[in-house]
């Protein structure tokens, strides 16, 4: 009897254990895909890779900041890496499937903004642009310290605002999507850490003080 049950325990065993393996199995299969680890194969081979999807690159040649994606061939300038006159500066680089965001800082006399753009890299579509902030104030610039975007174009980012009138710098963490005309306020405070900001699959995360704060993007 005792042999009998010890043989009864094992199939048991056995048969939870492969019960467990397929379970594993599947839910490993609907997990989000781990990034590549090479851009792909569009634009010149041997310029600086910024940043880069399976079917998109964000790279830069000679000061210019350019994007392209396999799919369409071709490469759409988005701004430069230094401040030249009449240039937009580009800078802070998300890629998702076919999608780009990215900042693109534009100076004044005595102010400089911010505005987060979306584009789809198969033909150079803008598909929403954002102020970085909220806020403004006079003689105020506007800077964004980290950004995430989805294969949609939904998009979020914390940026900055600081001028006259401001004792200190505003920072706010925002989404949008392509539907809207200005960024939903997420989190605000000057605690908030610049360049926190994550994306896992919906979920959004960031450093605000001590802690870290989740919201989902969308």
Known sequence: MVRVGTVALAALVALAAALASCGSSTAHSTTVPPPPRHPPACGPAHASTLAFSA???VYARRG???GCSVRGGRS???GTQTVVRHEHLAGAYAV???IVAYGSVAFG???GGTNILVERLSDGALLGSFSATNRNFAE???SVGSLVVRSDGAVAWIGKATGIGATRPIIEVLEADPSVSAGKVLDSGSA???GSLRLDGSTLSWRHGGATRRATLG
């Open 140 to 142: 105020g610039f506007s």
């Open 96 to 98: 998702a499937g076919r």
């Open 64 to 66: 210019v900041v350019y």
């Open 109 to 111: 006399v005595d102010t």
């Open 55 to 57: 079917q998109a690159r």
């Open 76 to 78: 759409f300038r988005l």
């Open 192 to 194: 908030i850490d610049f």
